[in-house]
């Protein structure tokens, strides 16, 4: 089962922060946060992972609270290309295990309007 | 660079026959995983290839089985098809799963058993 916990639907109006939380409260010390998105009908792509400092890249940012139970997706200028299923994923990384794959939970819909 | 090849995009096929589908990673990607997306389960972890070996493998039947090449090109089978196995089928990516990198997801092959 999914470890984390998100919101089912958001509304963000475009060129608005879009704010998307995830709680994952029994989140252990070895696990990453990472978020993919799913486009209608394509497949998920990756947008940013963290493991406790608040991380930044070209499509978002990722904070995370000091205690890691939860995080937020910042998508600082939505578009309407924005609107997506957003999966918030937590994933252990072995160093020499087998470990790899990820476990979707249902993810947040978000409609980005005009 | 070109990014996961599915093929192919679409598919029909009868209750009881068999279907193979294929799976061309990012150059230079060793790890290969292949995700069921249905509309009642979402995305589920079927199996993943590292180095032609299987590494690790969700909770499918033996129905579900796939093998990769020494390119690390994967293949999926699955026989004696039922109607639940309509779905999206999933492939995704990774230089190695054993450390922090995201995946990148092909755009899926649409199998639809009749």
């Known amino acids: 089962d999914a470890k984390t916990t998100q919101p089912t639907s958001m509304d963000c109006a475009e060129g608005r922060a879009a704010n998307l939380p995830c709680n994952h409260s029994t989140i252990s010390g070895n696990e990453y946060v990472y978020w993919y998105r799913q486009i209608h009908s394509q497949g998920p792509q990756y947008i940013i992972h963290g493991l406790k400092n608040n991380e930044t890249n070209e499509m978002a940012s990722l904070i995370i609270t000091e205690d890691r139970k939860s995080s937020t997706l910042i998508l600082p200028h939505a578009t309407l290309r924005d609107t997506a299923v957003y999966y918030c994923?937590?994933?252990?990384?072995?160093?020499?295990?087998?470990?790899?794959?990820?476990?979707f939970g249902k993810g947040t819909k978000l409609s980005v309007k005009p | 660079k070109a990014g996961v090849t599915q093929t192919p995009r679409y598919l029909i096929k009868t209750r009881g026959q068999q279907v193979t589908l294929s799976c061309s990673p990012i150059?230079?990607?060793?790890?290969v995983s292949w995700y069921q997306q249905t509309p009642g389960q979402g995305l589920q972890f079927l199996f993943e290839?590292?180095?032609?070996?299987?590494?690790n493998k969700g909770n499918f039947p033996g129905r579900f089985s796939g093998r990769q090449f020494s390119n690390s090109r994967s293949e999926m089978n699955v026989s004696t098809l039922e109607l639940g196995d309509s779905a999206l089928y999933l492939c995704a990516s990774s230089p190695d799963t054993q450390r922090n990198y995201g995946y990148t997801f092909g755009s899926g092959t649409r199998l639809t058993v009749v």
């Open positions: 290839y590292f180095s032609e070996t299987q590494r």
């Open positions: 150059s230079g990607h060793r790890s």
């Open positions: 994923i937590v994933r252990v990384i072995y160093y020499g295990g087998s470990q790899g794959n990820l476990i």
